[in-house]
């Protein structure tokens, strides 16, 4: 592990993207004592950033550039290698650049994609890189803009030579384990396993952003509690048991206790997220694509991205309640002792929260035995201690010992303790969701995560009926009960079929 004493491996940087992004990284990479090129399409953004370099003394020098090839240019003859970092829209944008700089890399230089990437266009980039001799790294980048100025959390993959090159560096970079000082970052693995883990990394932020979400209007709608009331409950819960210093719920006491002009800013957004119906964010559609085609049920983590869909389209939603006239959420009477039921709220939440863990880290581990990554699925609980949306220190403290070394553990349900922790949190899921749905309130990941526990953990599940109805109308063949063999049996199509009705 890299120390702040020890010289860095590259004297500076190109950054390729001036945004929120890629500005807070030119500020970070200067801090710590590289120079740093950045090139932007906007000159606008390459503008502000040269302004806010003056603000401080940074250790490194910033240049910007509004030519591409006066960039490339800058970064020539002062390492052996040039080393850029990519901060930009996933797509066609990163190819773009790669093409116009093409004729300007030599072999041995080394790209870091930095942006939400689709790790199978990373893969295709590596092979082309490759050709020229150089290594493209798929880089995932948590956290933020924030955390891209102060120390995200990241997830690189792809070459291990060029990794152990630039590993000093993230190391200096990244956020630091507040409980051991370790950087949160590590090599995933080859090909587009970094990117792989960031997009999963994205997919269980949104069943947990979905989950908050719910429980704040259970709590505002259902228990008529105001902001500052129900930051206070979230400030409890961040501070003690299972859901203690969880950057969802941190940022959340900030945000229901900020006013500005005696008025809650919250009350000045709308219930309407677009970042994936105007395709500006793909991480959490790319993992529920994959969770599909790789066969790994994520109902938790689907059911937060659809409501994230619906919510996108207010104006067909609007349409829709005029025409269905369904109840709002209502406030939920009878409620005897409210303290025990805020209590089985945080239960819930908790149960849901490491629920959309399982379901993100079952399909690392499928993707990693798919693809032969040999992906860690402890480092990847140790490079989100820190620096990351999905930041939950006891959720970690619970999974990180567990899933050490594991690397093809794709039933996270098998392991004790964590099977223990869902077993008792499994009443107060349910009971919450007999009462949220009674008084109608919006519960789609709280709902979805019972239903997923009941089924994953069955063994009496209706599809008996489904697969016998499937046989009837298309031969599809079936296993029998209590057979050896065949119950429990591989997953794999069964030797038996029946004529129900003959053709």
Not at 16 to 40: C, E
Not at 142 to 161: I, T
Not at 275 to 303: C, K, Y
Request: glycine share 10%.
């Amino acid at each position: 592990m890299s120390t702040q004493s020890e010289p860095l491996p590259f004297k500076c940087i190109g950054i390729v993207g001036a945004g929120n992004m890629g500005s807070n990284m030119a500020f970070a990479f200067s801090d710590i004592g590289l120079d740093v090129s950045i090139w932007d399409v906007n000159h606008k953004n390459v503008d502000e950033v040269i302004e806010g370099a003056k603000e401080e003394n940074y250790k490194g020098k910033i240049s910007g550039f509004y030519k591409i090839d006066d960039f490339t240019k800058s970064l020539d003859g002062r390492d052996d290698r040039k080393l850029f970092i990519f901060s930009i829209t996933h797509g066609a944008p990163a190819d773009k650049v790669l093409g116009a700089i093409k004729d300007s890399l030599s072999p041995g230089d080394i790209i870091l994609d930095g942006g939400n990437e689709n790790y199978r266009r990373t893969e295709r980039r590596q092979k082309e890189c490759a050709d020229l001799g150089v290594v493209w790294i798929g880089m995932g980048v948590s956290g933020g803009y924030q955390a891209a100025r102060r120390g995200p959390s990241l997830s690189p993959g792809g070459d291990a030579k060029a990794l152990e090159l630039v590993m000093p560096l993230l190391e200096r970079y990244a956020a630091k384990d507040s409980k051991t000082g370790k950087p949160c970052v590590t090599r995933i693995g080859p090909a587009g396993s970094g990117h792989f883990v960031k997009m999963m990394h994205n997919g269980i932020e949104g069943g947990m952003l979905s989950t908050l979400a719910e429980a704040w209007s259970i709590l505002h709608y259902g228990l008529g509690l105001n902001y500052d009331e129900i930051g206070d409950i979230f400030d409890k819960w961040n501070h003690e048991g299972e859901l203690r210093n969880n950057y969802l719920l941190e940022i959340a006491v900030d945000m229901l206790h900020t006013k500005k002009s005696d008025r809650y800013v919250l009350d000045e957004v709308l219930d309407k997220v677009v970042q994936d119906d105007d395709n500006t964010e793909g991480t959490p559609f790319w993992s529920i694509m994959d969770s599909a085609a790789r066969h790994v049920s994520a109902p938790s983590l689907a059911t937060a991205h659809y409501l994230r869909v619906a919510s996108g389209n207010r104006a067909e939603r609007v349409e829709s309640a005029k025409k269905l006239q369904l109840p709002s959420p209502r406030v939920i009477e009878g409620i005897q002792d409210r303290k025990a039921f805020i209590e089985t709220l945080r239960r819930a939440v908790y149960c849901t929260f490491l629920a959309s863990f399982c379901q993100g880290l079952e399909l690392i581990a499928r993707a990693s035995q798919d693809e032969g990554w040999d992906i860690d699925l402890g480092k990847c609980l140790q490079i989100w201690r820190a620096g990351c949306i999905i930041r939950s220190e006891a959720i970690a403290d619970l999974l990180q010992p567990a899933l050490a070394g594991a690397t093809r553990l794709t039933n996270l349900k098998s392991v004790d303790k964590i099977a223990q922790e869902l077993h008792k949190n499994f009443p107060s899921l349910k009971e919450l969701v007999i009462q949220a749905t009674v008084y109608d309130q919006y519960i789609p990941s709280v709902s979805a995560t019972l239903e997923y526990l009941k089924y994953v953990g069955g063994t009496a599940l209706p599809t008996k009926f489904m697969e016998g109805q499937m046989d009837f109308f298309g031969a599809h063949s079936y296993d029998r009960p209590g057979v050896e063999g065949e119950d429990p049996g591989p997953v794999r199509k069964g030797p038996h079929h029946y004529e129900w009705r003959p053709a």
